[in-house]
């Protein structure tokens, strides 16, 4: 089974700090890596996935996969109150054919004005 | 945007009653999941079914039942409800294939007394 961690456990940073976000998985066959965005009261929503290693920019967000470290970071330049949420990796299974994703217990970002 | 929506919002429950809880999505994925979320392990694997008719068991399937009547629909169902049952539920809804995102609904929160 599958395993994700996610470090810090919660975190808060002043606005415009840049943030980074930390995951280690445990199955290094794993196909792709995604990174959630979940706010109160609301269902988790994607932000940004990266399936070969390397890294992955997509406007203020770039994720870092190490493959042979089973290591994925988030990094959230210039952080808004907005973006206060938690934050989840997901993982999925290579052998799947389907987007089974395997869940961290996620991270508590609150970016304060 | 893939739109999932989750009735009831709220549930409360009482120990051996039946609950279902339901899940409707408008965008032809094939496959529906249903987690649950709780403090300290995230979101959690119950049921999934990659199309109408099937239905498959998840991580932790134990105590819970789904049902996929049509494309569109995915049922919970928890025949014989127990307090360790209380917790937020997700549907999420996607297509298969690694790259394919899931698209989550807004959560039902149950509480069984």
């Known amino acids: 089974q599958e395993k994700v961690q996610q470090s810090p456990e919660s975190l808060i940073v002043p606005e415009g700090a840049m943030v980074s976000l930390n995951c280690s998985f445990s199955d290094s066959a794993s196909q792709s890596i995604w990174w959630y965005q979940q706010h109160p009261g609301k269902g988790p929503k994607a932000l940004i996935s990266i399936f070969s290693n390397g890294n992955k920019k997509e406007g203020r967000l770039t994720v870092y996969l190490n493959r042979a470290s089973l290591h994925v970071s988030l990094h959230i330049k210039d952080s808004q109150p907005s973006d206060s949420a938690v934050y989840l990796c997901?993982?999925?299974?290579?052998?799947?054919?389907?987007?089974?994703?395997?869940f961290g217990q996620g991270t508590s970002l609150s970016v304060v004005p | 945007e893939a739109a999932v929506t989750q009735s009831p919002r709220n549930k409360v429950a009482v120990t051996g009653g039946k609950v279902t809880l339901s899940c409707n999505q408008t965008?032809?994925?094939?496959?529906m999941y249903w987690y649950r979320q709780d403090t300290g392990h995230g979101l959690r694997l119950i049921h999934y079914s990659y199309g109408a008719g099937s239905t498959e068991k998840g991580d932790i399937p134990d105590g819970y039942k789904a049902s996929r009547p049509s494309q569109e629909n995915f049922s919970l169902i928890l025949e014989l409800a127990t307090p360790s049952q209380t917790s937020v539920y997700f549907c999420?809804?996607?297509?298969?294939?690694?790259?394919?995102?899931?698209?989550f609904g807004a959560g039902t929160r149950l509480s069984v007394l």
């Open positions: 999420a809804s996607g297509d298969a294939g690694r790259k394919n995102t899931l698209y």
């Open positions: 965008n032809n994925h094939n496959n």
């Open positions: 997901a993982v999925s299974m290579a052998s799947s054919s389907f987007s089974k994703l395997v």
